[in-house]
């Protein structure tokens, strides 16, 4: 994030959103709102551990996601 220039670093060396950032994040805040709502990314965090575990196939949860987000992203173009 700090590469892409969203965020820097303040004094106390805390994250802190470029003007950037904030436009990009607004974007997709109000474009894709599913994957920036908390509980998707812990639902996919729970499921991406459930991956690393060997309880879920890597391959079903990316197919999962992509059903959904493939139709998002048409919408946004």
């Keep these: 994030i700090q590469e892409r220039s969203y965020t820097e ?3 106390n060396k805390r994250f802190v959103p470029t003007e950037l950032g904030t436009a990009v ?8 709102p599913k ?8 639902s996919m965090e729970e499921n991406l551990d459930k ?12 197919k999962d996601f992509y059903r959904g987000f493939e139709k998002d992203l048409e919408t946004f173009k």
Excluded: C, Q, S, Y
């Design 35 to 42: 994957i920036m709502d908390l509980g998707f990314t812990a």
């Design 25 to 32: 994040t607004k974007m997709l805040t109000e474009n894709l």
């Design 9 to 11: 670093k303040d004094d």
């Design 51 to 62: 991956v690393a575990g060997g309880t879920l196939e890597r391959d079903v949860l990316i």
